[in-house]
């Protein structure tokens, strides 16, 4: 099956720092990643659409500056978190969709993934 | 704009006893709908979907969810309750062509009690 993978699961970093988050798809291609934001006991708010090879595309209200997105490989997105802030403290996951048609078709994979707590 | 509606923050179940997890959607064309479960600190995990076809659908881990057009509604449903079950669930919702941006509930926490 369709194993997404996300490092670290967990990272404390002081406020000013960045801290940079990996999303795998392990077994399969992914020209597209989503990331996502999730506050405590909220639902999942899409922060933007990884495109391998191109420019991530942002939802609105979030700041591509303060969040690097780079899709290097079909395997492989990152999301920077640069000059982090405790504001930025967050569960932030990743998800890869496996493939474009089948029973698969639509479903998308997350990663476990990283807590970050910014001091 | 499309969205999905998830009623209750928290549904409390027996053990045995069969459970129903509410989500209703708003969208303006076709609806692709998904249920997800979150267990605590992890990402989601795929349940069921429903594209077209069979208004029942079968998922993963003795799910079930039944797509209602007129009421707009995706609820999510097992006939017998576990322990194990205890969860978060999110309802959510991709418009065709829509890209595969999923719109989430803002999730249903269900307890299941012995």
């Known amino acids: 099956g369709a194993v997404v993978s996300q490092h670290p699961s967990w990272v404390i970093c002081k406020s000013g720092t960045s801290v940079k988050i990996e999303c795998r798809s392990l077994?399969?291609?992914?020209?597209?990643m989503f990331w996502y934001r999730q506050f405590p006991k909220q639902s999942l708010m899409l922060m933007a659409t990884?495109?391998?090879?191109?420019?991530?595309?942002?939802e609105q209200g979030v700041e591509k500056d303060k969040f690097l997105i780079n899709h290097a490989s079909l395997t492989l997105s990152t999301l920077t978190v640069t000059s982090a802030h405790p504001e930025d403290s967050s569960f932030y996951i990743c998800?890869?969709?496996?493939?474009?048609?089948?029973?698969?078709?639509?479903?998308?994979?997350f990663g476990a993934g990283s807590r970050l707590t910014v001091l | 704009a499309q969205s999905v509606a998830q009623p209750e923050d928290q549904v409390n179940v027996a053990e045995g006893n069969p459970l129903t997890v509410k989500c209703t959607y708003s969208?303006?064309?076709?609806?692709?709908l998904f249920w997800y479960v979150q267990y605590p600190n992890r990402g989601l995990q795929f349940l069921l979907k429903?594209?077209?076809?069979?208004?029942l659908v079968k998922g993963s881990y003795g799910f079930e969810a039944e797509f209602n057009k007129s009421q707009t509604s995706f609820h999510l449903k097992k006939p017998s309750a576990l322990v194990s079950d205890s969860a978060l669930y999110f309802c959510?919702?991709?418009?065709?062509?829509?890209?595969?941006?999923?719109?989430f509930g803002t999730g249903t926490q269900l307890k299941v009690e012995l």
């Open positions: 998800s890869a969709r496996k493939a474009r048609g089948g029973s698969g078709a639509n479903v998308l994979t």
């Open positions: 969208v303006s064309g076709n609806p692709y």
């Open positions: 077994d399969f291609q992914a020209t597209t």
């Open positions: 429903y594209i077209t076809g069979d208004n």
């Open positions: 990884s495109n391998e090879g191109s420019k991530a595309t942002y």
């Open positions: 959510a919702v991709i418009l065709t062509g829509g890209g595969n941006k999923l719109t």
